[in-house]
């Protein structure tokens, strides 16, 4: 098995080597690692408030929030503060420890900036960790929510840099990796993962979790999201990946950044019990509860609650 100093310098080669291991060989050295730095009998539980939704400028692909797209989704204004707490409420009563709070904007607006500080502030009072997610920030921006006292920040790279280009034409993957940097600048933990299954090929994530594992500083989350094709988008006929290539991402996430939790996002509403479990085998210490995770249906709070007092996992 690898060394498990935490490493920077992981190559290109290297992660393909991890890809081609047998299953069951990539699967034990993943476990190896999540028993070594994580309780194997914890699993970390957030919670999502859309607190603006639709009608975003992006052109995401797989996104049913793309202004660009005729979907089902309804716009709905930003939410005030006074919602967001109450809705914070409900998610520490349910057993989350992490409220994170998105925004269908390319970037915040000055007119909103306020009251998302103010969100940041009054649910920290409620004693739970704040995460945000609204898109491409400037340094003035990081500098602000970090004084608010925020606690994460949500900003995927989605795929490799060379298949970001099929999926996205509204902003670059410089612009990401921007405004992750401006994050690391001032101080605020970054929450950075991807989509499976959008089409991309295996090339395409390797050079995605290169990309992550390269970081000066691993993620402190990484989400990982088996895609749900949401009619209306450009990927709403997209063919399903195999399970085992789902999980294999995860368990090649969890050997190149072994103290970053390691997180099921969307698509678990459409997952086994079965697939869960290799998951969480494969090194996933972490997931989203809640009903929704934006607007993707996601599994009940009492399935999940069922299935983790199964295998002898608290949160």
Not at 134 to 162: T, V
Not at 164 to 179: A, H
Not at 201 to 207: G, Q, T, V, W
């Amino acid at each position: 098995m690898q060394d498990l100093i935490t490493r920077h310098d992981w190559s290109l080669a290297e992660i393909k080597d991890l890809f081609s291991l047998p299953f069951i060989t990539l699967l034990y050295q993943a476990l190896m690692v999540r028993q070594k730095y994580f309780p194997a009998d914890r699993l970390q539980i957030s919670s999502l408030i859309n607190i603006k939704t639709g009608a975003c400028p992006e052109d995401c692909a797989y996104c049913a929030q793309s202004g660009h797209y005729k979907t089902r989704v309804n716009s709905k204004e930003f939410l005030s503060v006074e919602e967001v707490v109450t809705q914070a409420k409900k998610i520490k009563d349910m057993g989350a420890r992490r409220c994170c709070m998105a925004a269908a904007w390319r970037s915040p607006p000055e007119k909103n900036f306020s009251q998302v500080l103010a969100m940041i502030r009054e649910v920290k009072k409620l004693g739970l960790e704040t995460c945000m997610s609204l898109g491409l920030l400037n340094i003035q921006q990081a500098e602000l929510l970090k004084e608010a006292g925020l606690d994460y920040y949500n900003h995927n790279l989605d795929s490799s840099r060379n298949y970001y280009q099929k999926i996205i034409s509204t902003r670059t993957y410089d612009e990401r990796l921007g405004t992750l940097e401006n994050l690391r600048k001032v101080g605020i933990k970054i929450c950075c993962g991807g989509i499976i299954g959008m089409g991309e090929s295996l090339e395409d994530r390797i050079e995605l979790l290169h990309q992550l594992a390269i970081f000066p500083e691993h993620p402190h989350s990484v989400p990982i999201n088996y895609l749900i094709p949401m009619p209306g988008t450009p990927l709403a006929d997209i063919k399903p990946i195999d399970s085992l290539d789902f999980v294999r991402v995860i368990a090649v996430a969890r050997i190149l950044m072994p103290h970053s939790f390691v997180r099921l996002s969307a698509g678990r509403e459409r997952m086994t019990d079965e697939l869960q479990i290799l998951c969480f085998c494969a090194g996933v210490n972490s997931i989203f509860c809640g009903d929704k995770i934006l607007t993707v249906k996601n599994s009940s709070l009492e399935k999940d609650y069922n299935l983790l007092q199964r295998l002898g996992i608290n949160c």
